[in-house]
C-alpha cells in the first residue's frame, strides 16, 4: 500500500480555491504546514476528496495513512488488522530477521556475539518503528541509520563496522541495499608498527618474573589476548616446540575464524614454560589470575608496565571513570601521569613477532597460517617496516660507504 499524498487548498490570483500537493523529501520542511489537509484515496475504483481532521503535517500523515488502509480493508471485507495480517503474511519483521541472525551467530566468540547483538538491536531502535520489514530497508534507510551514529558522535571506524555488521544481516537474507562505497566512513588502516628493540629491553626489564613470561608468550606466538588468555598445558607440544590454539567449548572460547593452527615456539620460550610447568600455578591453564581463573587483564598491565618503564609519550588523552557505586565520576587524564599511553598494546607485540619472522626468512604464507588469518592481505598489514637502524650496512653499502 503506498503512502497517501497530502493536498492544501490555496486561492489563485483570480479568486478560485485550488489544491496544490505537498512536497516531500529529503531537505523539503513539511513541520511548518497547518491544516486543513485533504488527501485522495481511491473509493470502488475513484478517487475522491477527503477533508482530515488533523492539524498538523505528521498527524495529517497518519491519519490519511489509517484512512487508506480502513477503505482498502473495507473493499475486501475485512477489518484493517485482518487486511494488513494478510498483506504482511509473507513479509519477514525486521526484529524476527534479527532473532534469527543472532541465534545462528551464537557459536561466534562473545564478544563477537555482544557486538552483533548490540549494533543490530541498536539498528532497530534507529529505526524508530517506521520501518518493520526487511523489504522496507533500502539505501535511504541505511543512509539515515548512517547519520544517526554520525549524530551520535560515533567513529568513523565504528560507524563502519556497525554498518557491515547490518549488511551481513541483509545478506543473508537475500536484501541488496547498501549504502555506496563512496559514502562508507573513511577508515584508515592501522600500519604495523613493531615494537623496537629499545622499547622492548625496556618493558622487559620492569617485568617481574611472571609478568615477564606472560608477555614473552604474546612475543613468541603472535597469538590474540584470548588466544593467551586460554592457553592450556595440554596444548603445549614440549618434544615438538609447538602450542596449538584450538577451541575449549567448556571455556566459550572458540579461535577466530574457528580454526585450530600450530604456532612454533622459539627455544627461549620453551626453557621458559618447561620451568613453569614444574611449579605450575594451575594444573590445567597456564596463565592464570589470584582466584585462579584464566587471566584477561593484559593490557590493564602492560599499560601500568610501560607508565613504570617510562615510555609513556606523555601526548595522550582519554577519559575514564573512577570511583565505585554513586561516586563514579568521568575525568580526563594524560598519560604523562596515568597508564593509558595508546602507544603500548597488546597487538604490537602480535605485529613484532609476525615482522621478525618475516625479517628471519619465513615465507609470508606460512606466517599466514601461524597468525590465524584467512586473507593473505590481512597478513600483510601486520609485516612491519624493518628498523632503519638493523639495515644501516645495508643502506651504506648502498652508496659505497
Known sequence: MSTPSLYIREKTPEGAWRYRRIKE???????????????????????????????TFKEAKEEAGQLTAAIDAQSKGLTVAEAELLTNANRIPIKTAVDTYLEQKRGKAKKTS??????????????????????????????????????????????????????????????????????MPTVEDEPAVPYTDEELKRLFAEMDEEEGIRYKFFLGTGCRDKEVTFA??????????????????????????????????????????????????????????????PDNHFLRKLKRIAKR???????????????????????????????????????????????????????????QVWLGHKNLETTMIYLGVTDTE????????????
Request: proline share 4%; charged share 30%; net charge positive.
Open 309 to 367: 618503564a617510562g615510555l609513556n609519550c606523555g601526548q595522550c588523552r582519554t577519559t575514564i571513570t573512577e570511583g565505585k557505586y554513586d561516586k563514579k565520576k568521568r575525568i580526563e587524564v594524560s598519560c604523562k601521569d596515568r597508564p593509558v599511553c595508546e602507544h603500548f598494546y597488546l597487538h604490537r607485540f602480535r605485529k613484532t613477532c609476525a615482522t621478525r619472522w618475516h625479517e628471519a626468512g619465513v615465507p609470508v604464507r606460512t606466517i
Open 114 to 183: 555482544a557486538q552483533y547483538r548490540l549494533t543490530l538491536n541498536e539498528f532497530i531502535e534507529a529505526l524508530g518503528g517506521k520501518v518493520r520489514f526487511l523489504d522496507e530497508i533500502t539505501e535511504q534507510v541505511l543512509r539515515r541509520y548512517k547519520n544517526y551514529m554520525v549524530d551520535q558522535g560515533f567513529a568513523g571506524k565504528t560507524i563502519d563496522t556497525r554498518l557491515n555488521i547490518v549488511f551481513f544481516l541483509l545478506k543473508k537474507n537475500g536484501v541488496k541495499a547498501r549504502v555506496p562505497r563512496d559514502e
Open 25 to 55: 523529501g529529503r531537505g523539503v520542511k513539511t513541520g511548518d504546514q497547518t491544516g486543513p489537509f485533504f488527501t485522495r484515496p481511491f473509493v470502488n475504483g475513484k478517487q475522491i476528496w477527503k477533508t482530515l481532521d488533523a492539524q
Open 232 to 293: 592450556a598445558w595440554s596444548d603445549i607440544d614440549f618434544d615438538k616446540k609447538a602450542y596449538h590454539v584450538r577451541r575449549k567449548e567448556d571455556a566459550s572460547f572458540t579461535p577466530k575464524s574457528h580454526e585450530s593452527r600450530d604456532i612454533p615456539l622459539p627455544d627461549s620460550l620453551v626453557v621458559l614454560l618447561r620451568a613453569r610447568r614444574k611449579n605450575a600455578p594451575h594444573d590445567r591453564w597456564i596463565f592464570v589470575n589470584e582466584e585462579g581463573r
Open 390 to 401: 638493523k639495515l644501516r650496512g645495508h643502506i651504506n653499502a648502498a652508496f659505497g660507504d
